[in-house]
């Protein structure tokens, strides 16, 4: 494409935090980054690490205690590095800064719950809560899980647990019992906080039963905290003395300052969990002082979040994605959660929540705004969306396609961030950049102070070739281990194995002309017909351009001492897949990829299974073509899809 798909104004560029970042760097240190656009700035990022992220914690004004210069040690050390070995801080002070009366958090639950919490009440909700928790005997270091929707006690026992010093892990409720105990088994919580029920496409799921079950496989649970949703005070004496309601448990604890405890700056504060797909999940370790720099950064400076700001993303809480958001309260924004179906009941209800909440930042996962798409829906037409400046995708690879579906369709001034990192971070390689173009099927740049690079198959950096995503020097939010891995064995193994020194993320990606990034699937998922690796997001953006295929998912089949591309597609309803079609696919592909990328074969499914957070699980599918067991389908929002994809006669021939 010869010209981008968005250019900022000078006016919108003028007003970013990031060129105040710029100028005020500019100040302090006397280089020349002001008003030359974001190469300099992050040229400068990775040459000074130490004076840049110490710059971010200025420029932020993270409450704590910085400690004593030198803020980074062992800096040519991956894994081994320690960032700001002498600072004191609390995660939640800094996104408890705010008490005033002002929206803090903004909860739609469907078409069935609406709520709003002040920055004040907010502040009075965890201040109950943290003293109810430290009454249970709650303190640094132990465990407080949550397994909820994404609704304000969700945030508010989080930043509980972590002023405290507690360490806090979520799952959402769509995950059945042995997902949760892969999950909460693993790191021993002291108490679970989980909600009674939950909607979901206009239904009513009762939980009680699960939690049972639940409470029954973690003996090392002294309370379990029942949060009403569905219902008010759910019967629960069904789950035993340990149970209390929500209500009951904060009843003695009246508002009052909140005793913030200063920890060290790698002070766990998440366990997040690798998908689990292919085993029980990995549980990776992040650090309170990492997490809060790197979202500062990501929410001030790449997103153009600030006071008063109003930030949207469509996620569970348990996607990585839900940290992040609730981050953004210290930028001091309001948070706008949603609940439930982004599809109930006719597909409007998040643009319904964009303009009734005036959001500023929305966000979405790559695969909802192709739904749309699929769907013929046009928020432009029937939403003003006059508030939103910033659009968000993740997830996924957003194609080139969804770009243009989203300045068509959506809106045509705003900046559209495709975004991509991922749990093992808590953040971001890639990110938005508010100051700079936007190109078609590209992520603008590479994040401040991230130093990323793309590398060959021998380890040479390579740009305008694919490659793997490698991050080349160490950054604040790397995990500070995984949980029960004493000798750092699993944690080396997981990032450092192919390059040693070098993180290598996973992702197949290119290095652009522009600067930014195009992302062509997870690494474990290339294809490699003939010795020539394809990235899988190549075959589906040719494939999904098709009014019929609603979705589609390919694998490399071993066959014949090779490996054959084998493509399934879920159609609209009421399709067959025929020769026609099947050959329409293949001279699409064809046509605007290459030979290499065509099918051996085509094959029709009803579903797709993914990951709770919506991810297809090509490695899950593979597994099954070839007869291997998949090990944890407990990880799978749908685990009966496949079914579908386990000893096709047409795969045998």
Known sequence: MSAPLWQPSAERIAAATITRFARWLQERTGRPLADRGYAPLYDWSLAEPAAFWEAVWDFCGVIGDKGPAPFLVDGDRMPGARWFPGARLNFAENLLRRRDDADAIVFWGEAEVRRRLSFAELHDAVSQTAQALAAAGVGAGDRVAGYLPNMPETVIAMLAAASLGAIWSSSSPDFGVQ?????????????????????????????????????????????????????????????????????????????????????????????????????????????????LLQHLKEHRLHSDVNRDDRAFYFTTCGWMMWNWLVSALAAEATLLLYDGSPFHPDGNVLWDLADAERTTLFGTSAKYIDALAKAGLAPKRSHDLGSVRTIAS????????????????????????????????????????????????????????????????????????????????????????????????????????????????????????????????????????????????????????????????????????????????????????????????????????????????????????????????????????????????????????????????????
């Open 179 to 291: 997902g949760v105990l892969d999950r909460f088994g693993q790191i021993a919580p002291k108490v679970l906080v989980a909600a009674e029920g939950y909607y979901y496409g206009g239904k009513t799921f009762d939980q009680t039963g699960k939690l049972a079950e639940i409470l029954a496989g973690l003996p090392t649970v002294e309370r379990l905290v029942v949060v009403p949703y569905v219902r008010g005070r759910a019967p629960i004496a069904g789950l035993g003395a340990r149970a209390v309601h929500w209500a009951d448990f904060l009843a003695p604890h009246a508002p009052a300052p909140i005793a913030f405890a200063r920890l060290p700056f790698d002070h766990p504060l998440f366990i997040m969990y690798s998908s689990g797909t292919t085993g029980v999940p990995k549980c990776i370790v992040h650090g309170a002082g990492g997490t």
């Open 394 to 653: 993740t997830g996924s690879p957003l194609a080139p396609e969804g770009f243009e579906y989203v300045y068509r369709a959506i809106k045509d001034d705003v900046c559209l961030s495709s975004i991509s990192g991922g749990t093992d971070i808590i953040s971001c390689f890639a990110l938005g950049n508010p100051i700079g173009p936007v190109w078609a099927g590209e992520l603008q740049v590479r994040g401040l102070g991230m130093a990323v690079a793309v590398y060959d198959d021998d380890g040479r950096p390579v740009r305008g070739e694919k490659g793997e995503l490698v991050c080349t020097a160490p950054f604040p939010s790397m995990p500070i281990h995984f949980w029960n891995d004493p000798d750092g064995a699993k944690y080396r193994a997981a990032y450092f194995e192919r390059f040693p020194g070098i993180w290598c993320h996973g992702d197949y990606v290119e290095l652009t002309r522009h600067d930014g990034l195009v992302i062509y699937g997870r690494s474990d998922a290339v294809l490699n017909p003939g010795g020539v690796r394809i990235g899988t997001a190549e075959i589906y953006r040719q494939v999904e351009q098709l009014p019929e295929v609603v979705e589609s998912l390919v694998v490399g089949q071993d066959w014949d001492h090779d490996v054959r591309v084998v493509l399934f597609v879920r159609l609209r309803d009421g399709l067959t897949l025929d020769d026609a079609l099947a050959d329409r696919i293949r001279r699409q592909i064809r046509a605007n990829a290459t030979p290499r990328h065509v099918p051996a074969k085509i094959l029709q499914v009803g579903d797709i299974p993914r990951t709770k957070s919506g991810k297809i699980v090509e490695l899950a599918v593979r597994n099954v073509v070839h007869g291997r067991p998949v090990r944890n389908v407990e990880a799978l929002a749908n685990p009966e899809a496949l079914e579908q994809f386990r000893d096709r006669a047409e795969l045998a021939v």
